[in-house]
């Protein structure tokens, strides 16, 4: 059998029981030492017996790393990036955003863009904002049963709503 | 459209020296990486993808004001010397010049604008400023890309900015570095510690021609390294802050030197002269230190000042694609060498007149 990850002969099989639903993995010795299993009753013991909660993390982790696809748009694959460092195209930041996320903080100031957009952009960006920030309002003032505000909170919302749907046309 | 022959038959302004401004800050140079948001990046797509990107974009660049009278071509048609000088005169990379269907380099008349498509990105647009004019250069290229924006639909994530081939160039897409030429820090030992410092400011310092290249003739680019948590102005106004920091301890260096030193500087200085006056084989490094000794007499007024735009000059014209394209044919590195000599001896000849004739010729 093959290891999932990289093709060599597989000697570290896996189950795992999430919500109810059975997932199986193999790997090879050598990725799963890198993904953090080196000793399988190590991992499993860890989590319940010690209380120590990290390998479960790993776990989690690993299944998605697994269950991670190519990009539908131009199949490019994570074993790509990780050996090219690029990536195959604008889509592909959506689908590889996890591994993505952890390399940002080494190569740059910080993780979200404070440049220039072009208006059309920045526009949308804003507008997307003002609606998140009047939805958590809204939110609350239904809560604390504040009804007047949330009446007035709702019709700024649906003017906001309007706008933004002129602006992505 | 310009022909090759006829952009390089014109030095670009910001080639030429302009006196005290450019006594330590070369040029500044600012490039935006832009791509498309519907096609693979350039070094994941087939070609028929490649080429079908590059003759939409080519026809969007070439109506931008100022570039249709420009030089426009596609790399499969020049030949591996015409590369060689477009990137001696940093008008493409070096990874460009290894492309050739599919991949262009579009340059404005005055070559203060350099466009290319399918670089490592679909598009890169780059302005060239003389001195130390971040801002100017980023101006320039932005009102292209604010141009460009409206007719092409560019790769833009809110949170993420300007999607990029490599996520080292993510958010502004923007890279700005100016070349420095730092000879007193160089020779009063101060460039190691200064380096390091400009590298813990999250700055990068490199070579002449960029990545991985070493320092010659004492010219080192900085450039900043991070492009994503900031704006273009925050990025441009702690790279200008450092770099006019920098050339102000060259200053002082030189000057130190002078009152200090000035006998070693003298010397050094002489040597080079008298080198370029007479040497008859000289390789492009051996060439370049010299000239850097050059300019430094010249900035330091012990040599003529109009040394500097013949130093300048000669920077760029004693590289090896540039004196093969002037001699109109492929040269061997020996053959090179002695040609350079000649070049460089006729050109200093009307500033520092050398006293012995060693030519051959009878008189």
């Known amino acids: 059998m093959k290891c999932d990850s990289c093709q060599e002969k597989a000697t570290v099989f896996y189950t795992q029981v999430t919500e109810g639903k059975l997932k199986k993995f193999v790997l090879c010795e050598a990725c799963a030492q890198k993904k953090g299993i080196t000793n399988v009753d190590d991992l499993l013991m860890g989590s319940d017996l010690l209380g120590n909660s990290p390998p479960q993390t790993k776990v989690q982790d690993i299944v998605s790393e697994l269950n991670q696809e190519d990009c539908s748009s131009c199949g490019f694959s994570l074993d790509d990036f990780r050996k090219v460092g690029r990536l195959g195209c604008p889509e592909c930041y959506q689908v590889f955003y996890r591994e993505l996320a952890e390399r940002l903080p080494s190569m740059h100031k910080g993780g979200v863009h404070k440049g220039y957009l072009p208006e059309g952009v920045a526009m949308k960006q804003a507008l997307k904002s003002e609606l998140a920030c009047l939805t958590d309002k809204l939110e609350s003032a239904i809560e604390d049963e504040r009804f007047e505000e949330a009446a007035m909170l709702r019709d700024k919302i649906s003017k906001v709503e309007e706008k933004k749907g002129v602006v992505e046309l | ?363």
């Open chain 2, 1 to 363: 459209m310009m022909r090759f022959a006829t952009l390089l038959r014109h030095p670009a302004d910001w080639m030429m020296g302009h006196g005290a401004e450019t006594s330590v800050v070369l040029t500044s140079r600012v490039r935006l990486a832009r791509n498309l948001a519907k096609s693979p990046f350039p070094g994941w797509s087939r070609k028929k993808d490649r080429e079908g990107v590059y003759s939409f974009l080519r026809e969007k660049v070439e109506s931008v004001p100022g570039m249709k009278d420009g030089f426009s071509h596609e790399l499969c048609d020049l030949d591996p010397l015409q590369k060689q000088v477009l990137v001696e005169r940093h008008l493409i990379s070096r990874e460009q010049a290894a492309r050739s269907e599919g991949s262009g380099s579009v340059v404005n008349r005055k070559q203060t604008l350099s466009l290319m498509i399918n670089e490592e990105d679909h598009l890169r647009i780059q302005a060239i400023r003389p001195s130390l004019q971040l801002k100017e250069a980023f101006k320039l290229a932005h009102s292209v890309d604010q141009r460009l924006e409206k007719v092409v639909d560019f790769a833009i994530d809110p949170t993420l900015g300007y999607l990029t081939a490599c996520p080292t160039n993510l958010g502004t897409g923007m890279r700005a570095s100016s070349m420095l030429h730092l000879p007193g820090l160089v020779l009063s030992d101060q460039i190691g510690p200064v380096l390091k410092g400009i590298n813990k400011l999250g700055l990068a310092v490199r070579g002449l021609y960029g990545e991985g290249t070493e320092s010659l003739g004492n010219l080192y680019q900085i450039s900043n390294q991070s492009t994503l948590g900031e704006s273009e102005e925050e990025i441009l106004d702690r790279l200008t802050r450092v770099i006019g920091d920098v050339a102000q301890y060259e200053l002082q260096a030189r000057e130190k030197l002078m009152t200090e030193d000035s006998i070693m500087v003298r010397d050094r200085i002489g040597r080079a002269a008298g080198n370029l006056s007479y040497a008859h084989i000289i390789t492009s490094k051996e060439a370049l230190n010299h000239l850097s000794m050059l300019r430094l007499g010249a900035d330091l007024t012990l040599l003529p000042s109009d040394l500097v735009e013949s130093c300048d000059r000669l920077f760029m014209e004693t590289q090896p694609a540039h004196l093969q394209w002037r001699a109109g044919r492929k040269l061997e590195p020996e053959t090179r060498d002695v040609i350079r000599a000649q070049m460089i001896r006729e050109q200093l000849q009307s500033s520092l007149s050398p006293a012995i004739d060693l030519s051959g010729k009878e008189k």
